[in-house]
């Protein structure tokens, strides 16, 4: 199982292929055989593949991720709250997240669910 320390390593590199733009970046995080559920309730993407495109169209949106606050790491999850600033339909956006990430034995995350609704969406 991944140490709290090296799971807050992997949240903070997934935040940087954000300032990136690195869609690779983010893919080389997950496990082969990895599901994205974002927002929850919605069908997950699955496997390196899906999971790099659907980044590769959130990222040509702007996104930028900032960590709101520390990173909780317990067993092999991982929890964090942020916001996202981007651009949708030509106006800047903020969302407000908390994504949760589950890791295998050697760090990959295999499950990443992203919780957020209408009510945490607005302008910047």
Do not use: C
Request: charged letters at 25%; hydrophobic letters at 50%.
């Amino acid at each position: 199982m991944p140490t709290p320390e090296a799971m807050t390593a992997v949240v903070h590199a997934y935040v940087e292929a954000f300032a990136r733009g690195d869609a690779a970046m983010v893919a080389a995080l997950f496990a082969d055989d990895a599901s994205v559920e974002d927002p929850v309730g919605t069908p997950p993407r699955r496997g390196k593949a899906a999971i790099a495109e659907f980044y590769r169209a959130s990222m040509a949106t702007g996104a930028k991720l900032t960590l709101d606050s520390p990173v909780r790491a317990a067993a092999d999850h991982a929890a964090f709250a942020f916001h996202v600033d981007l651009d949708w339909d030509g106006v800047r956006q903020r969302i407000d997240v908390i994504d949760l990430f589950r890791f295998d034995a050697v760090g990959k995350i295999t499950e990443m669910r992203a919780f957020f609704g209408p009510a945490n969406m607005g302008k910047a």
